[in-house]
Structures are given as structure tokens and as C-alpha cells.
């Protein structure tokens, strides 16, 4: 366009700060992205030559001894049974409760909204803490049991909203009313009409409930008792307390030196386990995001 | 109940509004029975394990005995917070908690603007799309993950950190290197995901006309990306200065050490030391409530400021 070179008050050309932008960015990417390479790099290669500086580019002696011990070390499979299972029952029971408590919500002529809305909104605020909760939890008999994860955060209310807004703003209200002139219950609507048209909103929340339950060890941690591990937590003996399990010390034969290189190996490559999932599924919904999030932070 | 069927004939409008306003309150209760339904399970769910905690932080000024319950323990007053305040680590805690939170508020809360104000000038749809992909990514991995990352990089020997430097230094050890530790690792986490309120918020209408009349990339980000995210930066900060001590638990307690505690012992650590490994219910609900008084404080004191505020900017 001949406008692009009328640029006023002495600014920079259009193409000049195209390239200044793209440099700037690219070296946040670097920043942010390269930690990432620099784990994947180092998984697939001999521990030695990462502690000696040879892997800041390249995989050297490159080996998949790591992740042989990692699918070998029981420990990090059962990890990561458990947190599929979770993840799954979590995902799903969360998704169902949101949607139970912001479909009613939505409701403009519901009695009692404005009570019911408080009554949501000020567990946001103020909570009980950890010990009583814990406390509460451990009387209703969930210390131990898989559904101490799930129950204790019941409905997560700032999604809630998100979700609530999305049926105000983003759901055409002829369509709904349409549907209970047609003498549809406002239940049968809620299935038939308000849930199809929601999928981007479901889509953002199931994901992030994903996440969340993927990434969580602290509620399993108090809550759990030991027992049924999810892989966060048992990667914190190897990270961060950084235990060799006897396992791992009866699987190899060549001493001390080889179980330490194991050990290092297995850093690399249980951290990769555990992040690859998710780090594959956001991308999926990456378009519902900022979508989701600005017709749900209207408010309704 | 008259104020609400009042919202309804304004919300709705039309017939159906004529309709629902002609109905007796307990006709409208009676037609909403599936709404209530549905709500059942929520509420049980809140009133059980949100609501009933609430009414056990009673037990801070009690001595809880767990045969004798929330309400049956002798109440002892506030002798947990005297111990508290009279403990050797009490001011240590308390700054500790307040210097990370307020350095990280410093720093990550500048930095997604800034980002967001140059990702939406990206013109390069694709290149963009991938800029905003790979800054999201580490926010969707897990804490634990970030600190093995840390405690790997950091390390002595062979650290990716020290491999760059040429040196051997055990960051993790010294107390002075704590904050700038958490706090860059913070922003890297979640620095790119915060862009995301920020972004997409620009009328495109307004995009248009501004290249017309010839507008630099700067000047367009001064005169209308940096006005359109305003009021969301304004609230943002207002909420993140009420929370002013929720320093999270999970990141200091994995990368605290012997040796760096005099920058890394803050509360949340204690409530939990004191409250889970060693039992002390009583003790501990008193410290988190603390905690929590603070916090209240402090939300009311930015909430008042923010109404000021939303009086001279935003109506």
C-alpha cells in the first residue's frame, strides 16, 4: 500500500518494526523454549557428557537407556496409572459439577439466585485453611481414598462463573426459549440444546481440570496416606529427594558409578513422562482459550 | 423478591417476561424444581467442605482434641497466636512472606502486559500463533516438574547453569540467590500464560483506522492497545496486592533448603510443618488464620481503593 511509507511523527516503518518485533519475540521463545530442548536433549543422552557441557545443542552418546528404566521402574508405571486414572474420574466429575451449578445459575428468573450466587462466591475468598479442612475430610473418611482428591474441591467457582457467562452471553436465547415453548423442560433444554452449543466452553474446562488433576501431588500428598501415589509424587523422590528406589540398585550389575548414571538418566526422562501428556493437549483447545475466556469474563 | 422479578421483565422482555412476572413466587420455586435439583449435590458438596472448615477455624482458639471435636474442646483463647508471635522464626517467617510476594508482584506483573502489547502487533498470523503456543507451554507443567528442572539446572556440578558461567556454585544453598530463584522461575512458568486476559481485547475497527491515519507500531500500542487493557491491568493488581501474603506452598517448599531458609521459611511452610507432619492442629489453624486476617485486611483496604478508582476511571 503507498500508505505504509506516510508514517507521521518520524515512526518507524512498518517492515522495520516487523523485524524489531520478530526478534524480540523470538528471543523470549528462546528463553522460555530452550530449558524444555535442553531436558529432551539431555533424556536421550549419556549423563556424562551432559554434566560435562557436551549436550547444549545435540543428544551425545545418544542412548535410550533412560527411558528403558523408566518403564521399567514400577514406581513411575503405577505413578502414571494412577494419574490417568485420576485425571479421568477428576476431569469427568469436575466438568459434571460445574456444569450443574452454572446451568442453574444462569437462570435469571431462578428465586434465590442472588443467595445461591454469594453463597458460591464467598468460598472463593475465605475458606476454612488447611487443617480444619483436612480435618473435615478425614471425618467424612476420605483420608485414603481416591475421591479425597475430588470431593474436598467440589465446584470450582471461578470456573463456574466462566462457564455461567458462557451460557448468558454465547448461548442464543431464542434458541433456548424456543425449545421451552416447545414444552421442553428447562432440563431437557439444558441437554439438548444448551450442552451441544457449549463444546468450546467444555472443551476449555475439561482441559483445564486435566491439568490440574495431572499436575496435582499436594491433595494427594495429605489426603492419600501413601497409598495409590500419582506419578508428581513419585517423582519427587527421584527429583527432589533424589532417591535411587532398591529396585534399581538390584537391576544393575556394574556398581555404584552405573546406578548413579541411571539415577541421573531417569531425572531426565521421568520429567518428560510427566510433562509430554499435557504438553500435547493444550495446543488442541489453544483457539477456545482467550475465546472462552473473553466471552466468560463478560458479565452477564 | 420484588427487586428480582423486576430484573426478569428487564433481562427477558417480551411476552415470556409478561409471563414469568404474573407468576406467584411459588409458582416460579415449583417451576424451577430441576434447577434446584441440580444444584443439590454443589451445595452439599460447599456446605460440607467449604463451610464446615470455616466453622472449624474456631479451633485456633481452642485445644483441639479430635475425640472432643471442633466445638467440645477446652477453649484456651489466644494462647496459639502468643506462641506464634513469641516463636524464634515468627518475623523471619512473616518478612520472608511478604518480600516474595511483593517482588513477585513487582516483576510478573509488568511482564505479561508488556508481552501481550507485543504479541497482538505481530502481523504474521502463524508466527504468532506458535509465539503464543510455546509461551503457554510451561504453564501446563506440573510444579514438581519446574522444581526438579531448578534443582537439576542449579546443580553444582554438571548444572546447566553453572555449565554456562563456568563456575560451581550450589545456588540452592546460598539464602541470597532464594527469591531471584523463585521468581524467575515463576515468570517463566507463567509469565506467557498471563498474556492471555490481555490478549484479543482491541477493537480491529480501531486497528484499521489508526493504520490508515499513518500511526507507528508504537504509537498504535500507546494510543490504543495500552488504553484497551487498562482497566484489566488495574484489576488484576488490585487483586493480586489483596493477596499479598498467599505465598503458595508447593514451589518453597520444594526448592527450600537447610541452608537458604533464612530468605525461604515463610507461613504456608509452617502451617503445614506444624499442622500435617506434626499435629498440631490447634497451633497451626491458629498461624493460617493469621495468615488469612492479614490477607482480609489488606482485600479491603484495595477494595476500597479499587471503588475509588472505578469512580474516576471506568464510569
Known sequence: ?300 | MIQMSKATTISQGGAAAARLHSKSLGRRILDNWQMYALLLIPVVLTIIYKYIPMYGIQIAFRDFTPSKGFTGSTWVGLKWFQRFFSAPTCSRMIRNTVLISLYSLLWSFPIPIILSLIINQLRFQRYKRVVQTVLYAPHFISIMIVCGMIRIFLSPSGGLLNLILGTSTDFLTEASAFRTIYIASGIWQDAGWGCIIYLANVDPGLYEAAKMDGASVFQRILHIDLPALLPMAVLNLIMAAGGLMNVGFEKVWLLQTDLNKATSDVIAVYVYQQGIENAKYSYSTAVGLFNTAVNIILLVIVNKIASKLSDVEFV
Open chain 1, 1 to 300: 500500500m503507498a500508505r505504509k511509507n506516510l508514517n507521521r511523527a518520524g515512526g518507524l516503518s512498518d517492515k522495520a518494526s516487523d523485524i524489531i518485533l520478530v526478534a524480540i519475540t523470538a528471543a523470549v521463545l528462546f528463553v522460555v523454549a530452550y530449558p524444555l530442548y535442553y531436558v529432551v536433549v539431555a533424556s536421550f543422552s549419556d549423563p556424562y557428557d551432559v554434566y560435562a557441557g557436551k549436550t547444549f545443542l545435540f543428544p551425545s552418546g545418544f542412548t535410550l537407556d533412560g527411558y528403558k528404566a523408566v518403564f521399567a521402574e514400577k514406581s513411575i508405571v503405577s505413578g502414571f496409572l494412577y494419574s490417568v486414572l485420576y485425571t479421568t474420574i477428576g476431569t469427568i466429575f469436575s466438568v459434571v459439577m460445574l456444569y450443574i451449578t452454572a446451568y442453574p445459575m444462569a437462570q435469571k428468573d431462578l428465586p434465590g439466585r442472588k443467595l445461591l450466587s454469594l453463597f458460591f462466591i464467598i468460598t472463593m475468598y475465605f475458606g476454612g485453611g488447611l487443617i480444619p479442612t483436612y480435618l473435615v475430610v478425614k471425618k467424612t473418611g476420605l483420608i485414603g481414598n481416591m475421591w479425597s482428591l475430588f470431593l474436598p474441591g467440589g465446584v470450582a467457582v471461578g470456573n463456574m462463573i466462566i462457564v455461567r457467562n458462557y451460557f448468558q452471553n454465547s448461548i442464543p436465547h431464542d434458541l433456548v426459549e424456543a425449545s421451552e415453548i416447545d414444552g421442553c423442560s428447562k432440563f431437557r433444554t439444558f441437554i439438548s440444546v444448551v450442552i451441544p452449543l457449549s463444546m468450546p466452553i467444555l472443551a476449555v474446562m475439561a482441559v483445564f481440570s486435566m491439568v490440574a488433576y495431572w499436575n496435582d501431588w499436594f491433595t494427594a500428598m495429605i489426603y492419600l496416606g501413601g497409598k495409590g501415589q500419582p506419578l508428581p509424587l513419585v517423582l519427587r523422590g527421584i527429583l527432589i529427594k533424589s532417591s535411587a528406589s532398591s529396585a534399581q540398585a538390584s537391576l544393575i550389575s556394574g556398581g555404584y558409578a552405573e546406578l548413579n548414571k541411571l539415577t541421573e538418566m531417569i531425572k531426565f526422562c521421568s520429567m518428560i513422562v510427566a510433562a509430554l501428556p499435557m504438553l500435547i493437549v493444550y495446543p488442541f483447545v489453544q483457539k477456545y482459550f482467550e475465546k472462552g475466556f473473553m466471552s466468560g469474563a463478560v458479565k452477564g
